[in-house]
Nanobody, 128 residues
Framework: VQLQAYGGGLVQAGGSLTLSCVAS???????MGWFRQTPGKEREFVAA????????YYADSLKGRFTISRDNAKNTVYLQMTNLKPEDTAVYYC???????????????????????WGQGTQVTVSS
């Protein structure tokens, strides 16, 4: 499995940006997520989406501003980010979990070690 993230860039505070992550390989029934990381800090959970349902998971602090979605036919997960703030500046990573069966406890999807595959990351910079 390979993940390729797109869509990062420089945006002014209050602006919007949509990230895409295209997965190739065996992705059927996988859960996909987004994390972000700034220098010197641990990777932080942003959002995740299950294959079917879909079930959506968000970091509490980002609910209402960030929206995750996926297109299974295109093997792509999206992260729509609105009302961006300078503190959203980070490298954003997409990730894929192939666990079977899927976790019923959403906590596991907020933990980086749950995920089996990671994309290369895309930089998002929000200027004030």
């Amino acid at each position: 499995v390979q993940l390729q993230a797109y869509g990062g860039g420089l945006v002014q505070a209050g602006g919007s940006l949509t990230l895409s992550c295209v997965a190739s390989g065996r992705t059927f029934a996988s859960t996909m997520g987004w994390f972000r990381q700034t220098p010197g800090k641990e990777r932080e959970f942003v959002a995740a989406v299950s294959w079917s349902g879909p079930r959506l998971y968000y970091a509490d602090s980002l609910k209402g501003r960030f929206t995750i979605s996926r297109d299974n036919a295109k093997n792509t997960v999206y992260l729509q980010m609105t009302n961006l703030k300078p503190e959203d500046t980070a490298v954003y990573y997409c990730a894929l979990d192939t666990s079977r069966p899927v976790y019923t406890n959403s906590y596991y999807y907020t933990v980086p070690t749950t995920y089996d595959y990671w994309g290369q990351g895309t930089q998002v910079t929000v200027s004030s």
